[in-house]
């Protein structure tokens, strides 16, 4: 399947996008997770993603539009992918539109994940990722058996540097005034499936329920 997830940060897309993996061989891809292991490599993307990421600002269009040009004629994209998190503004939809044109693809949905926003603001502040792997537990629901590791890989359990109470707040921000734009976008395009998100799994209902309409 291909699909793109949108929702605020902590509205769930990364843990609903690791579970659709699972169902049919698509790829998730995270221009999050891409920009969080350039900067920890120090490469050259991740010098220049660096400082909007850590106070919680979305980093350049182009910047974003390089690694997903590249990223989506991948060999692995062939079984599908989920964007977890790009596009996140109305230029990217408008290039990736293009993108898709380019080589011949179609989305076969765009979902709008809706938790509210105290939900996501306690979700954030108790958030915890390895830094490895990208695994991502709950300080509250969901610990690591031992504290600070991770229990897939070993790797390091730690808060993100955006995960700061200000960081959050400009996050949030950040999504009304850029992202949450793209609702209306993919309204007109007419493949918009909107959730209200209690738990994961009703998100992939909703998901898996459409799929099968339109087979
Ligand atoms: P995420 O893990 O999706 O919350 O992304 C973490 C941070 O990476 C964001 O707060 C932005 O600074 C940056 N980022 C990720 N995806 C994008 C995107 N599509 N456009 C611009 N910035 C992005």
Do not use: H, W
Request: charged share 30%; with cysteine.
């Amino acid at each position: 399947m291909k699909l793109i997830l949108l929702g605020a940060p902590g509205a769930g897309k990364g843990t609903v996008a690791k579970l659709l993996t699972k169902m049919d061989g698509s790829v998730q891809i995270s221009t999050g997770d891409i920009l969080r292991a350039a900067v920890a490599a120090g490469t050259e993307l991740g010098k220049q993603a660096e400082a909007a990421m850590k106070a919680g600002d979305l980093v350049s269009d182009d910047l974003i539009m390089g690694i997903m040009g590249e990223r989506l004629k991948e060999d692995d994209c062939k079984a599908g992918y989920l964007l977890d998190g790009f596009p996140r503004t109305i230029p990217q939809a408008e290039a990736l539109k293009v993108l898709m044109k380019d080589i011949g693809e179609e989305l076969d949905m765009v979902v709008d994940i809706q938790v509210a926003r105290d939900v996501i603001l306690d979700r954030l502040t108790t958030r915890r990722t390895c830094t490895d792997c990208g695994e991502i537990y709950n300080v509250k629901s969901n610990p690591p058996k031992e504290e600070g590791k991770c229990d897939k890989c070993g790797g390091p359990v730690v808060q993100r540097d955006d995960e700061t109470e200000e960081a959050i707040g400009n996050r949030l921000d950040v999504f009304n005034e850029q992202t949450a734009p793209l609702v209306g976008f993919y309204e007109k395009e007419g493949n918009l499936v909107s959730v209200d998100a209690t738990t994961s799994q009703s998100v992939i209902d909703a998901i898996t329920a459409r799929l099968d309409a339109n087979k």
